[in-house]
């Protein structure tokens, strides 16, 4: 095999193993989607949520709908602006994750629950920590 050939099948290799990575295994569409909203000009890293964090973690949202607070649409500035969590389904709502905050966004209204420690951030974070590139990992640390 000539070398242009090698290189062109081995990039292919490489784009294949990167969409199997950011794929559920089941071949199906994930259940939870989650952007990384880190790029200006670039597109932003995606990736499935585990089902099982994704649900603990809209449990624990659930119980806590009393501490949700009216906002404003969360702050676009350069550089990290949140995970993106969006159900496949209509069932909850799509999640903004900060270092300390969680914003849930249903029909265009933004409520805002205060995470001072990121918790919600490290779970996600956790989570999807292996299907991200290096670059993307190092600039969330």
């Given at each position: 095999?000539?070398?242009?050939?090698?290189?062109a099948?081995?990039?292919?290799?490489?784009?294949?193993a990167?969409?199997a990575?950011?794929?559920?295994?089941?071949?199906?569409?994930?259940?939870?989607?989650?952007?990384?909203?880190?790029?200006?000009?670039?597109?932003?890293?995606?990736?499935?949520?585990?089902?099982?964090?994704?649900?603990?973690?809209?449990?624990?949202?659930?119980?806590?709908?009393?501490?949700?607070?009216?906002?404003?649409?969360?702050?676009?500035?350069?550089?990290?602006?949140?995970?993106?969590?969006?159900?496949r389904?209509?069932?909850?709502?799509?999640?903004?994750?900060?270092?300390?905050?969680?914003?849930?966004i249903?029909?265009?209204?933004?409520?805002?629950?205060?995470?001072?420690?990121?918790?919600?951030?490290?779970?996600?974070?956790?989570?999807?920590?292996?299907?991200?590139?290096?670059?993307?990992?190092?600039?969330?640390?």
């Amino acid at each position: 095999m000539s070398r242009a050939k090698v290189v062109a099948v081995g990039l292919l290799a490489l784009a294949l193993a990167a969409a199997a990575a950011c794929s559920p295994a089941t071949g199906e569409p994930a259940a939870y989607q989650v952007s990384v909203d880190l790029f200006s000009g670039r597109e932003n890293p995606e990736t499935a949520l585990s089902a099982s964090v994704a649900e603990r973690i809209y449990g624990e949202l659930s119980g806590r709908a009393t501490d949700f607070q009216d906002a404003a649409d969360p702050a676009t500035p350069l550089g990290f602006r949140g995970f993106v969590v969006t159900p496949r389904t209509g069932a909850h709502p799509v999640l903004r994750v900060t270092r300390d905050a969680v914003y849930t966004i249903r029909d265009g209204v933004h409520r805002k629950l205060a995470d001072p420690a990121g918790a919600y951030y490290r779970t996600i974070l956790d989570d999807i920590r292996s299907r991200l590139p290096q670059d993307v990992i190092d600039a969330l640390a």
